[in-house]
């Protein structure tokens, strides 16, 4: 089974910065999608960032100029850097993949979760 390992939630007060990380426990051969979604208490899962195949990055809305995406190819890894968070940042952050992985052919596939808390 494939992993995607989140890192790099916390604590940060409004206007800070953080930066997730996600990595895959597997080679990937190619991503349909690959990104970050989050979901605040009592609210839907949204996107919030992602890597479309033949495609510039999807971002939501609400965190255009403040947040980006990044990858490393050669580390299965995804990361999120978010500057100038405010409280409606806060949220538990998704990885999600969707994609072709070494020995285990197409699939899709979330991460654990981790907890971005934005309060002074």
């Known amino acids: 089974q494939v992993h995607l390992v989140e890192s790099g939630g916390g604590l940060v007060q409004p206007g800070g910065s953080l930066r997730l990380s996600c990595a895959a426990s597997?080679?990937?051969?190619?991503?349909?999608?690959m990104g970050w979604y989050r979901q605040a208490p009592g609210k839907e899962r949204e996107l919030v960032a992602a890597?479309?195949?033949?495609?510039?990055?999807n971002f939501a809305d609400s965190v255009l100029g403040r947040f980006t995406i990044s990858r490393d190819n050669a580390k299965n890894t995804v990361y999120l850097q978010m500057n100038r968070l405010n409280p409606e940042d806060t949220a538990v952050y998704y990885c999600?993949?969707?994609?072709?992985?070494?020995?285990?052919?197409?699939?899709?596939?979330w991460g654990q979760g981790t907890l971005v808390t934005v309060s002074s």
């Open positions: 999600y993949l969707n994609g072709l992985v070494a020995g285990y052919g197409a699939l899709e596939v």
């Open positions: 597997a080679r990937i051969f190619s991503a349909n999608s």
């Open positions: 890597f479309v195949s033949g495609g510039t990055p």
